[in-house]
């Protein structure tokens, strides 16, 4: 059973900085890519970031610039630092790993920027 828990969401004033963690747990096998979704109130989920196994990086061009994805492969593990955070980035952020070609998501973790 593969599991990801979420980190490191709250409440963070225009401008500030989080850094999301996300740790794969259970009976692993090769992680794929990893990436961070989110989800406003009122619209679909959307794609936030992607990195590969390899390291390869892609971004929404809304966050370009002030999130940066990482991995570190030995702790099954993936981040997202986001900075310069804007009232807009409000939305419950997801995990999302790809383990022996099966798609798995984290509950989820909500990020709140607002003065």
């Known amino acids: 059973q593969v599991q990801l828990v979420e980190s490191g969401g709250g409440l963070v004033q225009p401008g500030g900085s989080l850094r999301l963690s996300c740790a794969v747990a259970g009976s692993i096998a090769r992680i794929g890519a990893m990436g961070w979704y989110r989800q406003a109130p009122g619209k679909q989920r959307e794609l936030v970031a992607l990195?590969?196994?390899?390291?390869?990086?892609t971004y929404a061009d809304s966050v370009k610039g002030r999130f940066t994805i990482s991995r570190d492969n030995a702790k099954n593990t993936t981040y997202l630092q986001m900075d310069s955070l804007k009232p807009e980035d409000t939305a419950v952020y997801y995990c999302?790993?790809?383990?022996?070609?099966?798609?798995?998501w984290g509950k989820g973790t909500l990020v709140t920027v607002s003065s």
């Open positions: 990195i590969t196994r390899g390291g390869s990086t």
């Open positions: 999302n790993a790809i383990v022996v070609l099966t798609q798995y």
